[in-house]
């Protein structure tokens, strides 16, 4: 499987004990970008990852490792049907298993596969995912046994220590004369395109922190910058975690909330409670809702299509952050 993202890693975790549930035995290789190794690693019923430095451009290297594995599979699945995967999946073997033009982002990729699925693009993306392996692997599958999901990524120990984890400014954490409880919500603001971001997490955090801790994560400089400003509003900003850090720190949470990103999916991929804000792409495709993972969805200004998406429309600040307050409170009091 070829994938790069951390957004589609995560999207495409759940195919795997799908997988070893009809086809135990199965030998499973994950092809991804060598940015994403860490937590490719970390899938759970993976036998072998291998990382690509394609993002880095190094093609020759990565022309290299791909003659190594070449003829070694009796089955390729290109979930992620890009033209960059389906080279990648079409310089492995020739027995592959993908998208049709009409059902993937860059139809071009489709003349590289042997064997072609079609289904609608706007379908909910775990569903796509896990149709195109049952028509790979020949199984079928039940929309309840998701809501039923193992975690998809193991757990370590890695995770820092509790003074490296929390700034020193412990005027954050509540003592024991506090009105908060002890619940913790873990505040993912950030996302890949700043439409995806929700301007007004400052006031879920004042809300929120009458009832919780509340946490943020933040990954690069120029976000960190921003998240520092946030915390002003009554939140702790973590110190820097790599993605096994992040799983380990989540599993302290009682709640995620965040944009359509990497992180707040992989909160989804764990069973984690999420809430999941969405603007200008729908909610329905990009996650799936279950009891615990709610999804907020704003009103774009047009209706979505997902093959154009209009990066312009902010319309995910429209959401009102009382409604966010309202649903977390909800959760964390369950």
Same mark, same amino acid.
Not at 48 to 65: H, S
Not at 154 to 170: A, F, G, T, Y
């Given at each position: 499987?070829?994938?790069?993202?951390? @957004?589609?890693?995560?999207?495409?975790?759940?195919?795997?004990?799908?997988?070893?549930?009809?086809?135990?035995?199965?030998?499973?290789?994950? !092809?991804?970008?060598?940015?994403?190794?860490?937590?490719?690693?970390?899938?759970?019923?993976?036998?072998? *990852?291998?990382?690509?430095?394609?993002?880095? %451009?190094?093609?020759?290297?990565?022309?290299?490792?791909?003659?190594?594995?070449? #003829?070694? !599979?009796?089955?390729?699945?290109?979930?992620?049907?890009? &033209?960059?995967?389906?080279?990648?999946?079409?310089? &492995?073997?020739?027995?592959?298993?993908? $998208?049709?033009?009409?059902?993937?982002?860059? #139809?071009?990729?489709?003349?590289?596969?042997?064997?072609?699925?079609? =289904?609608?693009?706007?379908?909910?993306?775990?569903?796509?995912?896990?149709?195109?392996?049952?028509? +790979?692997?020949?199984?079928?599958?039940?929309?309840?046994?998701? /809501?039923?999901?193992?975690?998809?990524?193991?757990?370590?120990?890695?995770?820092?220590?509790?003074?490296?984890?929390?700034?020193?400014?412990?005027?954050?954490?509540?003592?024991?004369?506090?009105?908060?409880?002890?619940?913790?919500?873990?505040?993912?603001?950030? +996302?890949?395109?700043?439409?995806? =971001?929700? +301007?007004?997490?400052?006031?879920?955090? %004042? @809300? +929120?922190?009458? $009832?919780?801790?509340?946490?943020? *994560?933040?990954?690069?400089?120029?976000?960190? %910058?921003?998240?520092?400003?946030?915390?002003?509003? @009554?939140?702790?900003?973590?110190?820097?975690?790599?993605?096994?850090?992040? /799983?380990?720190?989540?599993?302290?949470?009682?709640?995620?909330?965040?944009?359509?990103?990497?992180?707040?999916?992989?909160?989804?991929?764990?069973?984690?409670?999420?809430?999941?804000?969405?603007?200008?792409?729908? #909610?329905?495709?990009?996650?799936?809702?279950?009891?615990?993972? /709610?999804?907020?969805?704003?009103?774009? %200004?047009?209706?979505?299509?997902? !093959?154009?998406?209009?990066?312009?429309?902010?319309?995910?600040?429209?959401?009102?952050?009382?409604?966010?307050?309202?649903?977390?409170?909800?959760?964390?009091?369950?």
């Amino acid at each position: 499987m070829k994938l790069s993202a951390l @957004g589609d890693i995560v999207h495409a975790s759940i195919v795997v004990q799908f997988i070893r549930k009809h086809i135990a035995n199965a030998h499973i290789s994950w !092809f991804c970008d060598a940015r994403f190794e860490q937590i490719a690693r970390l899938l759970v019923g993976v036998d072998e *990852v291998v990382a690509l430095p394609l993002k880095d %451009k190094k093609f020759l290297k990565t022309f290299g490792i791909l003659r190594q594995k070449q #003829g070694q !599979f009796d089955i390729i699945i290109d979930l992620q049907g890009l &033209l960059k995967s389906a080279l990648v999946s079409r310089s &492995l073997g020739k027995n592959i298993f993908g $998208f049709d033009k009409f059902s993937t982002k860059e #139809g071009l990729a489709s003349i590289f596969y042997t064997h072609k699925y079609s =289904c609608n693009y706007d379908k909910n993306i775990i569903l796509r995912n896990l149709e195109l392996c049952s028509f +790979a692997l020949n199984f079928s599958f039940d929309e309840k046994e998701i /809501l039923t999901k193992e975690p998809c990524f193991l757990k370590n120990s890695r995770i820092p220590s509790e003074n490296s984890r929390i700034p020193s400014d412990e005027t954050r954490i509540p003592d024991k004369n506090s009105r908060i409880s002890n619940r913790k919500i873990l505040i993912a603001p950030f +996302a890949s395109e700043s439409s995806k =971001c929700y +301007a007004h997490f400052a006031s879920v955090i %004042k @809300g +929120a922190k009458e $009832f919780a801790q509340c946490f943020l *994560v933040a990954g690069s400089e120029p976000e960190r %910058k921003k998240a520092t400003k946030l915390a002003s509003s @009554g939140a702790t900003l973590l110190a820097p975690l790599d993605l096994a850090q992040i /799983l380990e720190f989540m599993d302290t949470c009682d709640l995620i909330i965040g944009n359509d990103s990497g992180i707040t999916h992989l909160a989804w991929a764990q069973n984690y409670a999420t809430i999941t804000l969405f603007g200008n792409r729908s #909610g329905a495709r990009n996650a799936f809702a279950t009891p615990k993972n /709610l999804i907020i969805q704003a009103t774009p %200004k047009h209706e979505i299509d997902a !093959f154009h998406i209009d990066k312009s429309d902010f319309c995910i600040n429209d959401i009102d952050p009382a409604q966010i307050i309202a649903k977390a409170k909800v959760i964390c009091d369950a």
